[in-house]
């Protein structure tokens, strides 16, 4: 994103701080420090070291934390104080090295007066890259988990939240000498999933993947009333492959299909809509989704191939709605055809087909059962070796640069993933989160003693909770917090733990487009111009069957259908009642179906939705009937409007 204009737009909206503008010969140094990095990285794939995943994560951590220190911060270059606190972050992250890594690990529960003093520097370090990173919210978060691990003795005992307390030393324990701390699964993952896809990422788009996605987007649709919206769905798709950012995503797709749009007609504010759904779309789909997608590969022990596969429809039902949004609003606004000049989509896609091949190579090696963190090296290669096709001279500087780009990428999730290890080691020691979950379903059972109202109350309650969550702290953490507060509140009514964490994954996205703050729309208003109030209301028409689809996962057995776990039949009626569903809720956001749609019809179509993504035989034969009414009732009042001009 070369465009300063577009960097800032992007830095002033996207959930994660900006870095420094660093001054040439910072800038090369740095450059140096994320190509190490990302070498050690690769080696850790091929050849991983011999005392196992921790000792990796130490070591991982202790040279990516300084480099947060010289990246993030004020000014154009790293000051005294950011260089004395990463020398610290590097002493305290690699101490556990110091004097054995075995004899280390030999004094868990035991740690010495030096150990428990290096812990707390770690964990102070941690959050401040966190605040540098993330901004506060998180660090805040932190601290208050904090503070209930060590005053929670002093809680009234009939509080369902109280416990005994943990001393300071255990705490830090936890954090440093425990797997469910700073060396956790979100770190983990961090270290060897997050990373290597943000390197993958940048090889790709180095590579020319970026421009391409774009040019055969509007090849694809080339000249006619619904392509403008068509093209921006599907570059926003493709783009997102390659930046892994929402609000990135739709910042770079409005610069170049904003102009298009308003040719056409759109308003600011329903082209703000549009680019902003379409931005956050490729984080929810395959093939790459977003870095909560590994985590839950991890937390439920499945391959990250299954994860790809639960993501299938739901991508097909988000895009229908988008389709059908586009359609409608092309025919509302009366939308103009625009001639991009773009060349034939045969012609695009000979010159650049072979920037589909790498992600045919994940999907494919995934098959093969080939590790993800292999399979996603082997297809950085592919894309790598294709760069020689656009740049012969300067391919060893393309690579590299490449490399150090994913490492200095990935920093902010990295200081989020280790913070991350705060919530789950307090969660795990205190046993909060069986607490909170509990509460929540007694606040539904206060409500209803129907065991199918109980876990509708929930579903809605935890669907709110996460996205009031993910307004304050990065999809990353919302879903970790999530997934152990609200997790098993869900899971005790009964919902499998792929639905659950499906389900919490789609709001923790979902976040990005949620009202008040809604980055990602605030970002395309600033792009459009449009008024960002407005602007939030039209991305949520667009997205509102994304909002509402990932309760048909929990609220019924039959909602496993939709993630293709069951047999084949099940998912393809359930897909079926959905995409019905969906419709109903194009016609009632719309304003459209045969013509325009009128209050009859769009309010028919409230409960028509509902019932059909409620997966049960009998709901879905009255959602039927309903939308049945609603096309009769529009078809008989536009006869009469029809007949009375």
Known sequence: MANPDLARIVAEHDEEMPSRSLSPRWERALWIAGLLIALLVLKQVFFPFAKGSQYYLIIFLAVTLPLVYLSYGRGHSPKVVDWVLAALAFVAGS??????????????????????????VLLVLILEACRRTTGWVLPVVCVAFIAYAYYGGFLPPSWSISHSGVDFAQIINGFFNDASGFYGTPLDVAATYIVLFTIYGAVLNASGAGKFFVDISFAAFRKSRTAPGRTAATAGFLLGTVSGSGTATTVSLGAVTWPMLQKAGYPKENAGGLLAASGIGAILSPPTLGAAAFIIAEYLQVSYLSVLIW????????????????EADARRFGAKPVDVGAPRFW?????????????GIIIVFLALDIPVYRAVVYATGVAALFALINHRRDWFRLVADALSTGVR???????????????????????????????????????????????????VFAAVAVSVLGLAVPVTASFIISWVVIGPALITLGVEPAETAMFIFYYAVLSEVTPPTALAAVAAAALTGGDVMKTMWQTWKYTLPAFLVPLAFVLTDSGAGLLLRGPLLDSVWTFGASALGVAALAVLTGGWLFGPARWPERVLCVPAALFLLYLQPLTIAIGAGFLVVAVAVHLVTRGRVRDAA
């Open 347 to 359: 012609d695009v896609l000979k010159l650049g087909w072979y920037h589909f091949l790498s992600l």
């Open 409 to 459: 990428s990935a920093l902010p999730v990295i200081a989020v993933c280790a913070a991350a290890g705060v919530i789950t080691s307090t969660i795990t020691k205190t046993g909060l989160g069986q607490a909170l979950a509990g509460s929540l379903v007694d606040l539904a059972s206060a409500l209803s003693s129907s065991e199918t109202v109980i876990l509708m109350l929930t579903a």
């Open 95 to 120: 101490y556990p090295l110091f004097g054995g890594f075995d004899e280390f690990l030999n004094r868990q529960g035991q740690l010495t007066p030096l150990d428990v003093a290096a812990g707390a």
């Open 311 to 326: 993501a299938i429809i739901p991508t097909l039902l988000y895009y229908l709605g988008i389709a059908l949004a586009v």
